[in-house]
């Protein structure tokens, strides 16, 4: 069974940075396209942005330009950078695959934006 743990969130203020990490227990992010997605305080989950087997990207038009994936096949991680962040980009963050996998879920690592 593949475990995804999420970490690096935290309280940042407007127009500051976060590097957000999901870690693997097994080997998938070489076979699978993995995205972050993000679910708000009493809102919907919602996809954010994604990485292919070969490292193709893709991004919510809110987040381009300012949000980057990456992933490190090796360590079997997957980051999402975000610079420029905004109150609007407070939400617990999680990876999972796509399509998603109700077994992939996991915790999430809260992110807070704000003065």
């Known amino acids: 069974q593949v475990l995804l743990v999420e970490s690096g969130g935290g309280l940042v203020q407007p127009g500051g940075s976060l590097r957000l990490s999901c870690a693997a227990s097994?080997?998938?992010?070489?076979?699978?396209?993995m995205a972050w997605y993000r679910q708000p305080t009493g809102k919907g989950r919602e996809w954010v942005a994604s990485i292919t087997a070969g490292g193709s990207t893709n991004y919510m038009d809110s987040v381009k330009g300012r949000f980057t994936i990456s992933k490190d096949n090796a360590s079997n991680t997957v980051y999402l950078q975000m610079n420029s962040l905004k109150p609007e980009d407070t939400a617990v963050y999680y990876c999972?695959?796509?399509?998603?996998?109700?077994?992939?879920w996991g915790q999430g690592t809260q992110v807070t934006v704000s003065s």
């Open positions: 999972n695959s796509v399509p998603a996998k109700t077994t992939y």
């Open positions: 097994g080997s998938i992010f070489s076979s699978r396209t």
